[in-house]
């Protein structure tokens, strides 16, 4: 199957400072997205963004699919933030709705 | 309202006992899925089901057995229960386009502890 990487495995921020979280894929792609797990283990949907760049709020993701990596980016990063980032991939022409996950980014965000 | 609900959160049980997770969604999706989470945060697809048939069967034991009665429910069924079996177990359900997969949304999880 696809191989996905994540980096950094871990980062931790003070308050307030930006990040970039970056995934690579090893095959063409028709499908990313982000997710957030939040201490308390929820798996929250950030992105869907099999192409181009999308913001919401203090988030914001860019995926290159011909170069095969998508980054996320946190801004004036917050608490609340802390977690796993996890990015996941569909590969085209493999069975629908198999999404391939990365290991994830442990994010620890410092008050 | 939850959008995708699984039950029970928390399993604590023997070796060897039987358990079942229900899982539920609200979204209107026409494809579930069982995702295994193990103890260093790996989140691996078992099964997926689009309108109760079965799409995905991951290399799983056949101790696992997933049941769809229809396109919003989704049942996972664990006979003789190992110490491997532990770890968090996530529901998820998406809308399944023709070319690719829509959004995933997750459940809470159901953390199961075998002793």
């Known amino acids: 199957g696809i191989q996905v990487e994540q980096s950094p495995p871990d980062l931790i921020l003070q308050e307030g400072a930006n990040s970039t979280l970056r995934c690579n894929f090893s095959d063409s792609v028709n499908n990313l997205q982000w997710f957030h797990q939040n201490p308390w283990g929820q798996l929250i949907n950030l992105f869907y963004i099999p192409s181009g760049t999308k913001q919401n709020g203090r988030l914001s993701a860019t995926t290159v699919a011909t170069e095969r990596y998508s980054l996320l980016y946190i801004s004036s990063s917050q608490t609340t933030d802390s977690g796993v980032y996890f990015c996941?991939?569909?590969?085209?022409?493999?069975?629908?709705?198999?999404?391939?996950f990365g290991r994830g980014t442990q994010l620890t965000v410092w008050p | 309202d939850t959008a995708v609900s699984q039950t029970p959160k928390y399993l604590v049980t023997q070796m060897g006992n039987d358990k079942s997770i229900k899982c539920e969604q609200n979204?209107?999706?026409?494809?579930m899925y069982w995702y295994k989470q193990d103890s260093k945060k790996f989140l691996k697809i078992m099964f997926s089901?689009?309108?109760?048939?079965?799409?995905i069967n991951e290399t799983v034991p056949n101790r696992f057995s997933p049941k769809s009665p229809d396109k919003a429910h989704l049942n996972l069924h664990i006979n003789s229960l190992e110490l491997g079996d532990s770890a968090v177990y996530f529901c998820?359900?998406?809308?399944?386009?023709?070319?690719?997969?829509?959004?995933?949304?997750f459940g809470e999880g159901s953390r199961l502890t075998v002793l």
């Open positions: 979204l209107g999706h026409d494809t």
């Open positions: 089901y689009n309108n109760k048939e079965l799409i």
């Open positions: 996941a991939v569909e590969n085209r022409g493999s069975t629908l709705g198999r999404l391939y």
């Open positions: 998820a359900s998406s809308h399944s386009g023709t070319v690719n997969t829509g959004e995933l949304f």
